[in-house]
């Protein structure tokens, strides 16, 4: 692989890591109500998000009679992004 590839796939490691650790310092700080339903608001979407689309992949694999296989690593850095997406959205919304 070259280098430039290297560096590139290192960057979207440490972005990835970034956002996985942000969701977990969000979910673990404690704050006021309003910051609370801020973040229960988004933890409500990300799950609604990453389990319909699990579930649209079961329902794929299964037409297609295909095995099922994820990968656990992309469902986290997917449902990382949704979240930080949605806590933005609904900071902006509720003014968080």
Sequence with gaps: MSLGATLFLAGVLLVFAALDLFLLITLLRPGDERSQVIVWKAS????????????????????????????PLIQLEVAAILYCASLLYYRRKLGG
């Design 44 to 71: 409500a979407f990300t799950l609604l998000a990453t389990v319909g689309g699990k579930i649209l992949d079961v329902v794929e694999n299964l037409v297609r009679a295909q095995p099922m296989t994820a990968n």
